[in-house]
């Protein structure tokens, strides 16, 4: 009989919190966006009440379906106008309310479920897309759990956000420049290059001397990884290189930009001293990255730096021959600087001698298997 109890209490556990009543909710969301109105203290009661009774059945759910289900009821009644008024009282209220939420979930014991909620939780924070949720993100940039940390750079670096950062009439230069130098800060230990392509695409749309020193910084990285022959998702330097490529576009010329332009030359020209070496230690999967990537940032980039046609897709085509003479005439050679270095007014650094050097970091030899 006991077990009995216990089995319909469970069920009717299940059933109350696996779908949140957003009836009252709804009808305040629906009538302040079209009004354009402002939050009376009777709508902020009933929001209140929502974030409050949804947050509690989330941690109560057990099922992660269940989880899932109620954290997209969240995310859906913020609306689908986020810089509406409404929007903005919307994310005011449910900060207190996640606030406390991390807090409990912070003192469950470690578990499989406790894993789930925080990430649950770090996700429902980045989806609502708001600067005044960027704290959340910011406390957990160092997070052991990749998911976790994935969704802390995305609640304070997502696109979304990075839209009302950069708008001057809401924008928050005091936090613009906490979230960038946090991120300037993680760049130096994270590996994981779909958190680094969010963290990019972030710094490519921040005018900022900041953002163009995570750009290099990120560069600088990934010349390392090729330089130890330890590259992984070789499309990920498709992204940078168009973002770097579109910043020295944008600049005039400065010292910034020679430091952009050289970081943009050396990662590129390892991309295709790796796409070239011979005995290629590569698969084709891994050559054919390269290829892609050496397309999309000539196509991209490389012909509107030169303002004209450059010859490297014409030479993939037709299976590389003659890619090493163009490779030097570009990037230049100890004979002389190439058509970037000109064109850019940089150089790779200095000799012993002190003169300026004009050939690209050259890649080692692959390790021997």
């Not at 269940?66 to 609306?79: D, L, M, P, S, T």
């Not at 924008?171 to 993680?186: C, K, N, P, T, Y």
């Amino acid at each position: 009989m006991k077990q009995t109890i216990v089995f319909f209490l469970v069920c009717a556990i299940t059933a109350v919190y696996a779908v949140v009543p957003t009836d009252r909710i709804a009808d305040v969301r629906q009538r302040l966006v079209s009004s354009g109105g402002q939050m009376s203290d009777s709508d902020r009661a009933v929001v209140n009440d929502f974030w409050r009774i949804a947050l509690d059945a989330m941690l109560l759910a057990e099922e992660s379906e269940q989880i899932v289900a109620i954290r997209r009821q969240i995310q859906q009644e913020k609306g689908s106008e986020p810089l509406s008024l409404y929007a903005a009282g919307y994310v005011q209220i449910g900060r207190q309310h996640l606030q406390q939420a991390f807090e409990t979930v912070g003192q469950w014991e470690a578990s499989d479920r406790k894993t789930l909620m925080r990430r649950n939780l770090m996700i429902l924070t980045a989806q609502l897309h708001s600067p005044l949720l960027a704290e959340f993100g910011l406390e957990r940039l160092d997070d052991p759990d990749d998911v976790v940390r994935y969704w802390a750079v995305k609640c304070v670096a997502g696109s979304g956000v990075a839209v009302q950062l950069i708008d001057p009439s809401i924008g928050d230069e005091v936090l613009m420049e906490r979230i960038l130098e946090a991120l300037r800060e993680r760049v130096s230990d994270e590996s994981d290059t779909q958190i680094l392509r969010t963290i990019v695409t972030f710094a490519s749309m921040v005018n900022h001397e900041t953002a163009r020193d995570i750009l290099m910084a990120v560069a600088q990285r990934r010349i390392d990884a090729y330089k130890g022959w330890n590259v992984n998702d070789e499309q990920f330097d498709a992204v940078l290189l168009r973002s770097m490529g579109q910043l020295i576009l944008d600049q005039r010329e400065s010292a910034a930009r020679a430091a952009m332009a050289r970081h943009f030359a050396e990662l590129l020209s390892l991309v295709f001293q790796r796409y070239m070496v011979e005995p290629s230690p590569l698969t084709d999967d891994q050559r054919n990255a390269l290829a892609n990537v050496i397309a999309e940032v000539d196509s991209q980039v490389l012909t509107r730096v030169m303002e004209q046609q450059t010859p490297f897709i014409r030479i993939l085509q037709r299976g590389g021959s003659g890619l090493d003479r163009e490779f030097e005439a570009y990037f230049g050679s100890d004979m002389g600087p190439g058509y970037l270095a000109t064109r850019l007014k940089f150089n790779y650094g200095q000799t012993e001698a002190g003169r300026p050097r004009h050939a690209p970091p050259q890649l080692p030899p692959p390790p021997v298997r």
